[in-house]
Each structure stands twice: as structure tokens, then as C-alpha cells.
């Protein structure tokens, strides 16, 4: 994407700007209308659309199903939102929409939509990095600008990054294997949870007991913040087979033991993180902020907190309903963009990979790398 510069962009001349924001990169359809005036962002509508109940059945989000889905109830999901915020096409500034990474078939539907409306109302068009929408929420939640040390937790990435300004991203550790939700998930399916697996799992571990069952720390003490959750997957089907046939007590003590594995794991790697952080933003104010669908759960937002506490760091979380996806990161990333002048030309092509830091190197022992955001 080659950034160009947008003289139509309100904020430029110190007025509120209003972007409609578009995400179809997974299983959910949304559109939002966000305002952005100075610094500060406004929520005018915030329209979600999960397909939970089309995927089920498989045990996972089948991409096919997913863009079709999409495809169908797009246009009214943007309808609603418009109608929801009270503006009409001649009120906005701008559409932005998930570019990547993702799913690419719904990625070109809401792409594909949004390049359609700006060409129509005669605004910019604006790809927004999907990583990006959630690494800036808190932007739109909490006021928080940049610097800050993020842990983006979500079904396709786990990844702790210094965001030093809205585009310009450090990677610090990912993960060599399973992105952490994506753990969660096949967790829950291999207990037979349902779908999706996170919150069914954070259900269950609420009545169990951990100690009971016994699981590894993945990475712990590693000088390098990097994430690893494909062995402790294991370990919980090999502790479920011994255990066979699993009571309801059995299953909430290993969902218990499987999300104190991962707090304390992920706490750890955020110490890591934590260090280097300082060490590279010696000056910076301690901001540590969560995001992604996973940065819902509880008991890691407490493990987290108490990490952030013993480092002097402040911890961010966006609410609940902005931590999943969600269209309203997108316009807040886009309302972002646009502010700086950066939009996208209508030769931009959807992204199925988009690192948030194209320098990064690769994990040690990088096996699979998620391909959805
Ligand atoms: O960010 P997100 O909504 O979609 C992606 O971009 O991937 O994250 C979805 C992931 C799923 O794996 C889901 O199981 C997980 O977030 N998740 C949770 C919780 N709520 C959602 N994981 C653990 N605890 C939760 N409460
Ligand atoms: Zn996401």
C-alpha cells in the first residue's frame, strides 16, 4: 500500500471527521460509524453480526461459508449502522475496511464494498491492517496514545509489540505455533465445549479446581518473548484420554489447569517483554494494553495485571464487546490513517497475510504461523 495524501481529511483542518468501518476478515460481519475529533474518538454505531451458529457443525469457521455469509448480510449490517449513527453517505469522510490479514474470500467482500460505496460518494477509500484496528483500540477506548508495549491476543495471532506511532510497529515475540485462541478453541473442541472455544472453556474453568490435573508452563523463562501452546494442547488430550470418561468435574479442573497454564505462560512472556520494552523506550510512560478476542478472559486480564503492577506498568483493556472483532477498530484505525493522510488507491488487493512488522525476523522453530487475524 503506497500512503497518499488526502486533502478532503477533516481532521487536517481541525474538524470532527466521520469514517464508516467494514470487517469481514473471520466470522463476523460488522460495520460501525465512528467520529474523530482532535485526539479523541466517539462511537456513533456499532453493528456486530457473529456466525457462530453457520460453523458449528464443523468445529471451526469454514471460509467459504464465512464469505458467502458476508455476502448476504453486508449491505444491511451497513444500513443498520448508518441508520443506528443517524448519518447519511454525504456525512462521512471516509470508508475503511479490514484489508488483511484474513479469511481472503470475506476480505474481498467487504473490500470489494467498501471501494464501491467511496467511489460512489466521491470520499477516500482506507485498507485497514486488522492487527492494527485492535493494537489502536485503546486509542478509541481509553485515550491512549502511543507508545506502549501490546500483547494482541487473538484465534490467529499471539504477539507482544512496541507501538511506537499508529504505523510503525516493533515486534518483539510471537508465537512458534498455535496462536493462543486458536488453543482455546481446540481445547474446547477436544472436551466437547462447543464452539467458539474461549469463553466455553473460561465457563467451565469457573467451577474447576487447577492442581488437580497437571500442565506445562509453555516457554517459561525464555530470554526471548516468544509464545509456544501446540505442547500444552497436547498435554491436555493425553491428560483427558487418561482420564477418559471425563466427568463434568473432570473437565472444569482441566479447563482450570489449561487457563492457569496459559496466564501464567503468557504472564511470563510479558515480564520478558516488559524488560525489553524499557529497555528500548528508556523514557516512555509504562503502558501495557491487551487486545484481541482472547484479552476477554478474566483470568488472564488478572494475571496480567498483577504482572503490570509488580513492573509499575499500567494496564489497558479495551470493554468487552470491542476486544472480539468488531467494525468499530476499523473505522477508529482508518479515522487514524486518514488523519495522517494515508488512504489507499482502488488498486489495493486484500492481504490474507499482512505482518504488522514486515522486518521482524522469524520465531525460532516458526512452525505454523496463523493466516487469520
Ligand atoms: O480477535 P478475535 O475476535 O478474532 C480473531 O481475529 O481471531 O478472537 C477470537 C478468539 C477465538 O479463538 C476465541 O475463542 C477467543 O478469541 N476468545 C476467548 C475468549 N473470548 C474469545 N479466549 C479465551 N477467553 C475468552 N473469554
Ligand atoms: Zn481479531
Not at 457462530?52 to 448480510?73: M, Q
Not at 487486545?291 to 496480567?304: F, H, K, T, Y
Not at 488512504?343 to 505454523?368: C, H, S, V
Request: with cysteine; net charge neutral.
Amino acid at each position: 500500500m503506497t500512503p497518499r495524501t488526502n486533502d478532503r481529511s477533516g481532521a487536517a483542518a481541525g474538524r470532527s471527521t466521520v469514517v464508516l468501518g467494514i470487517e469481514t476478515s473471520c466470522d463476523e460481519t460488522a460495520a460501525a460509524v465512528v467520529a474523530r475529533e482532535g485526539d479523541r474518538g466517539q462511537i456513533l454505531s456499532n453493528v456486530v453480526r457473529a456466525q457462530w451458529e453457520k460453523h458449528r457443525r464443523y468445529g471451526g469457521v469454514v471460509p467459504e461459508i464465512a464469505a458467502r455469509a458476508h455476502l448476504e448480510c453486508l449491505d444491511e449490517i451497513i444500513a443498520q449502522a448508518m441508520a443506528e449513527a443517524k448519518v447519511d453517505f454525504g456525512d462521512l469522510d471516509a470508508v475503511a475496511a479490514t484489508g488483511g490479514p484474513g479469511l481472503i474470500g470475506g476480505l474481498l467482500v467487504g473490500v470489494t464494498t467498501a471501494k464501491a460505496l467511496t467511489l460512489a460518494h466521491r470520499i477516500p477509500f482506507i485498507a485497514v491492517n486488522h492487527l492494527e484496528a485492535h493494537a489502536l483500540t485503546v486509542g478509541l477506548t481509553d485515550g491512549l496514545r502511543p507508545p506502549y508495549l501490546l500483547l494482541l491476543v487473538s484465534g490467529g495471532h499471539t504477539q507482544l509489540l512496541i507501538v511506537r506511532d499508529v504505523g510503525r510497529y516493533e515486534r518483539l515475540g510471537t508465537t512458534i505455533d498455535d496462536a493462543l485462541g486458536e488453543a482455546f478453541d481446540k481445547t474446547a473442541k477436544l472436551l466437547d465445549l462447543g464452539f467458539p472455544g474461549g469463553p466455553a472453556v473460561e465457563k467451565a474453568a469457573a467451577s474447576g479446581t487447577p492442581g488437580r490435573f497437571s500442565l506445562p508452563r509453555p516457554m517459561q523463562g525464555r530470554a526471548e518473548p516468544h509464545f509456544s501452546f501446540a505442547g500444552l494442547k497436547t498435554a491436555v488430550r493425553h491428560q483427558a484420554q487418561a482420564a477418559a470418561p471425563l466427568s463434568q468435574r473432570d473437565v472444569a479442573d482441566l479447563c482450570a489447569e489449561f487457563q492457569t497454564a496459559v496466564a501464567e505462560s503468557v504472564a511470563d512472556r510479558v515480564k520478558r517483554a516488559m524488560a525489553i520494552a524499557d529497555e528500548r523506550l528508556p523514557d516512555a510512560p509504562k503502558h501495557l494494553v491487551v487486545a484481541g478476542g482472547v484479552a476477554a478472559n478474566r483470568q488472564l486480564q488478572s494475571a496480567l495485571a498483577d504482572v503490570a503492577a509488580k513492573a509499575g506498568y499500567s494496564l489497558h483493556a479495551p470493554p468487552l464487546e470491542l476486544c472480539g472483532d468488531n467494525a468499530a477498530m476499523v473505522a477508529w484505525a482508518g479515522a487514524e490513517r486518514l488523519a495522517r493522510g494515508w488512504i489507499d488507491g482502488l488498486d489495493f488487493t486484500a492481504r490474507a497475510r499482512w505482518p504488522l512488522d514486515p522486518d521482524a525476523t522469524p520465531a525460532l522453530g516458526a512452525g505454523k504461523q496463523g493466516a487469520k487475524a
